[in-house]
Antibody, heavy 121, light 106 residues
Framework: EVQLVESGGGLEQPGRSLRLSCTAS????????MSWVRQAPGKGLEWVGF??????????EYAASVKGRFTISRDDSKSIAYLQMISLKTEDTAVYYC????????????WGQGTLVTVSS | DIQMTQSPSSLSASVGDTVTITCRPS??????LNWYQHKPGKAPKLLIY???TLQSGVPLRFSGSRSGTDFTLTISSLLPEDSATYYC????????FGQGTRLEIK
């Protein structure tokens, strides 16, 4: 059974950093791209970024709203994807989901339950 | 960046009705269009990928199509459990979601 479990969320002050983890199981992690998607309170889904599988270069892509502040990485040996967030802003407050993405079409076929990040002083 | 214009933003329908939700991309996305269902407090669920392919386990009441530049999600024979917010997503160039459509079942 495919499972994605996010962790690392919580309350953080503006300007600080936070790292989220997405621990995967039930599939060959290295074969898939992994994405992060967030939903701010009362808002819709917003794509944050993804990291390709090593087969497709292992490179990341980011939404313009987070580029330069957020970094996505992966450890295929541990089946974990990471989202490193720096210079946090109040508008980064959201539930953050990780998703497994089919490596060619990039649809998200499995999602974690999400982890809440609150940025507030 | 590719923008996705989704309409309507909300709609209300009765059990047994058929509804359609439309997405229009700001540029060509080939068939890289996916649809998701999202209920409060739950993880989003993939319904349809590559414009019209039904994800495993999704009822046949859900279907996707394309007409010209517009992509459509059709839900037929509405059930109470279809109450949710629906999102389109393009995955042709990076990823972009539509603004969402809140579906209320009367």
């Amino acid at each position: 059974e495919v499972q994605l479990v996010e962790s690392g969320g919580g309350l953080e002050q503006p300007g600080r950093s936070l790292r989220l983890s997405c621990t995967a199981s039930g599939f060959t992690f290295g074969d898939y791209a992994m994405s992060w998607v967030r939903q701010a309170p009362g808002k819709g889904l917003e794509w944050v970024g993804f990291i390709r599988s090593k087969t497709y270069g292992g490179t990341p892509e980011y939404a313009a709203s987070v580029k330069g502040r957020f970094t996505i990485s992966r450890d295929d040996s541990k089946s974990i994807a990471y989202l490193q967030m720096i210079s946090l802003k109040t508008e980064d407050t959201a539930v953050y989901y990780c998703t497994r993405n089919e490596p060619q079409w990039y649809y998200g076929d499995y999602w974690g339950q999400g982890t809440l990040v609150t940025v507030s002083s | 960046d590719i923008q996705m214009t989704q309409s309507p933003s909300s709609l209300s329908a009765s059990v047994g009705d058929t509804v359609t939700i439309t997405c229009r991309p700001s540029q060509s996305i080939s068939s890289y269009l996916n649809w998701y269902q999202h209920k409060p407090g739950k993880a989003p669920k993939l319904l349809i990928y590559a414009t019209s392919t039904l994800q495993s386990g999704v009822p046949l009441r859900f279907s996707g199509s394309r007409s010209g530049t517009d992509f459509t999600l059709t839900i037929s024979s509405l059930l109470p459990e279809d109450s949710a917010t629906y999102y389109c997503q393009q995955s042709y160039s990076a990823i972009t979601f539509g603004q969402g459509t809140r579906l209320e079942i009367k």
